[in-house]
């Protein structure tokens, strides 16, 4: 019997015991949040918190309860690729007359405040037409050109078109530090994003519908990078020093461009190790390390002392090599000897994923740019290197130093596409060029054999291909995808300049703080209103009973929100009236028992009898009504979005935990009563 009670108390305790796990990240990341927020006006001060708190910060803020947009406050926007204006601007020019524009202005009538296929919509119109897509389309890399592959074509610039959008809003979303965005695309041709805390409304519509800029820059070779670097911590610290300006010399080998069917292999990242950012004795390429300044201290404080030094360059890493065929050296820009470093030779460098937000904002302060010389700029990689299933302390972001001055823009691009190179089935992409941009292409190949030009989108580096010939006819062919999803990915970042969709925000509702802090304290105060009357109801009607079933009802709501923490979803406005709902089916099951167990006391059963009978009666229709609300929740996450669907969310974890906690916890404090001598309960029946 002793064990027995071990068991049944561990069936209260552990629920309990899980959900206080799950609710401490919660805790701590709001201790730490209002710690950092008091912070705020002593940017020392705050630079000092953030380097002794950042990770148990972010693990908090990580493992918290999230609150949704309506709780929070923020944006929520909805974007429309306009993908008729896409089909028109890809109709040959020369071939547009009236029916087509009539046939353009049809659909735009038909598809306009719809969720209709506008391509769909518009090939349907071309048939009512007579119309056929071969008058007005071509294909430029197909010789024998028809109707089927003309659609093809569309469709996959529509593809394109949308991928691309989603691609640069992604980009530009993640570089303004909008925690937790939701970005994801709706129907054939819109893209619904969810911005929680956005404090400047018109800089994210401006970031929103600014065009995508593509440049073709190119890539500075040499160790002026490091001291640029190390010019960037003097200016952090206060320190006003001149930037050594170092010899340039652009001799780097990584991805290739050349004519057509030529290739290379991409520089090989595996090969390539993070050098450790806390490093403070650089392995040097001409191995002149100076002694550890220090030594002898904990590795916290070690850590500690070198980001304070060296606020730029400890996020940096670098790897040199003297050739192609040397082992390259790690080092560390930290401290590091200019004098040490030759002008030949290759130089790669780095920066930790972890770290990358924090070097981009950097970037963006005035201090550091009007530290930067004129004439260059340092960008960093749009996309990590290392295996997609890496953890971040693995992963790591290419750095390069490039000419301020685009060599080419991304508008003399006129396709772009993914394919498969013949002699060796690696993935590839193909890049033609107008005729003013294959000229250009020529003068610029020309002049840079043999070294790097990057292709840059919204400042970001997609791709730096090394130039291994002179390309006459602005058709060039980069290598170096490691898959063929890569080469899909870098050819829609191309066609940022060869497609004229425009993006255009046609739903926009903006939450304020405000807002949010009135919907959560009604929230909370509507919930507890319903806690309450039906507690006080239970206790009322059922007593000692009704008590069991108002602890299981507490416990209820607790494990709801508990595993809504653990499957990492967000708590909303809708989610709270789910809880509610729950709450009251939790309670609709402990009646059913009651109601149950007073029968059969009536008909003069023993307690421990009446328990097991009316469990077991009223088990069926608890399984019966649960499974059917369910069901419901289900369809709603299936058909619903947005609000609905969180609400759908909380209504099923409520129906499982309620399946639980009504049944299998209740039932325990009945067994629980019993064996401690109880042989009768009031559950509020009438005295015989």
């Not at 609150?67 to 944006?75: F, K, S, Y």
């Not at 890049?431 to 919204?458: F, H, P, Y």
């Not at 404090?669 to 509020?684: K, Q, V």
Request: overall charge negative; hydrophobic content about 45%.
């Amino acid at each position: 019997m002793k064990q027995k009670n071990i068991s049944r108390w561990l069936i209260l305790t552990l629920p309990l015991l899980a959900a206080a796990y799950l609710f401490y990240p919660t805790y701590e990341y709001y201790q730490l949040d209002g710690e950092r927020n008091a912070l705020k006006s002593d940017s020392a001060a705050l630079d000092e918190w953030d380097r002794t708190n950042e990770e148990a910060y972010e693990k908090a803020k990580a493992g918290r309860l999230k609150l949704g947009l309506d709780l929070r406050g923020g944006m929520y926007v909805t974007l429309e690729v306009d993908v008729l204006k896409l089909i028109e601007e890809s109709a040959l020019k020369e071939a547009v007359d009236d029916d087509f524009l009539r046939i353009v202005e049809e659909t735009r009538k038909q598809t306009d405040n719809t969720d209709l296929d506008v391509l769909d919509t518009f090939l349907a119109n071309m048939k009512k037409q007579n119309k056929q897509l071969i008058q007005y389309f071509t294909v430029s890399n197909q010789l024998d050109v028809n109707e089927e592959a003309v659609e093809t074509k569309l469709r996959k610039d529509v593809d394109d078109a949308i991928e691309q959008a989603l691609q640069v809003i992604k980009q530009r979303i993640n570089k303004f530090d909008v925690s937790e965005a939701q970005i994801e695309k709706v129907g054939s041709r819109r893209i619904q994003l969810e911005l929680p805390d956005v404090k400047d409304e018109t800089e994210i519509r401006k970031l929103l519908q600014t065009t995508a800029r593509l440049e073709f820059k190119r890539v500075l070779n040499g160790p002026r990078l490091i001291a640029i670097a190390q010019n960037l911590d003097n200016a952090l610290k206060g320190i006003v020093a001149p930037v050594a300006d170092t010899a340039v010399a652009d001799t780097t080998k990584a991805d290739t461009v050349k004519a057509d069917s030529a290739a290379t292999a991409k520089r090989d990242s595996t090969s390539v190790a993070k050098a450790d950012s806390a490093k403070a004795d650089s392995a040097k390429p001409a191995d002149t390390a100076k002694k550890d300044p220090y030594a002898g201290l904990s590795d916290e404080e070690r850590a500690r002392r070198i980001r304070a030094d060296f606020p730029f360059t400890w996020m940096l890493s670098g790897m040199y090599a003297a050739n192609e065929q040397a082992q390259g050296q790690q080092f560390s820009l930290s401290g590091a000897d200019l004098k040490a470093f030759p002008e030949s030779g290759l130089y790669s460098f780095y920066v930790g994923a972890r770290e990358v937000s924090r070097l981009l904002a950097l970037l963006d302060r005035p201090d550091v740019r009007r530290a930067i010389p004129a004439d260059v700029s340092i960008v960093v990689d749009a996309n990590p290197s290392g295996a997609k299933d890496a953890p971040e302390s693995e992963k790591f972001y290419s750095v390069y130093l490039l000419a301020a001055e685009p060599e080419l823009t991304g508008d003399v691009i006129t396709e772009a596409y993914p394919t498969f190179d013949p002699t060796n089935n690696a993935p590839v992409v193909h890049m033609q060029m107008d005729a003013v941009g294959s000229e250009r292409w020529a003068q610029i190949t020309g002049a840079n054999v043999g070294k790097r030009i990057a292709i840059v989108l919204d400042d970001r580096v997609h791709s730096a291909p090394n130039v291994i010939q002179k390309i006459p006819n602005g058709s060039s062919q980069i290598t170096g995808s490691g898959s063929a999803e890569e080469a899909n990915l870098l050819a829609v970042v191309l066609k940022a300049g060869a497609l004229k969709a425009p993006v255009k925000i046609i739903e926009e509702r903006v939450v304020g703080p405000s807002l949010g802090e009135d919907s959560i304290r009604r929230g909370i105060t509507s919930s507890i209103i319903s806690f309450v009357i039906v507690i006080l109801f239970m206790l009322a009607y059922y007593a000692v009973g009704g008590a069991f079933a108002d602890i299981a009802l507490m416990v209820n709501v607790i494990l709801v929100v508990a595993a809504l923490i653990a499957f990492g979803g967000t708590l909303t406005l809708p989610g709270i009236a789910g809880i509610i709902l729950a709450t009251a089916m939790a309670v609709d099951a402990n009646i059913l028992i009651f109601e149950r167990i007073r029968e059969e006391l009536a008909a003069g059963r023993t307690l421990r009898s009446a328990v097991d009978l009316g469990f077991a009666k009223a088990w069926s229709a608890i399984l019966d009504s649960n499974l059917t609300n369910m069901l419901s929740g289900l369809v709603l996450i299936f058909l619903g979005t947005g609000p609905v669907k969180g609400f759908a969310v909380t209504l099923i974890i409520g129906v499982l935990m309620t399946l639980f906690t009504a049944v299998v916890m209740t039932r325990t404090m009945f067994e629980l009563a019993i064996s401690a001598g109880a042989t009768s309960i009031n559950l509020g029946q009438k005295k015989a």
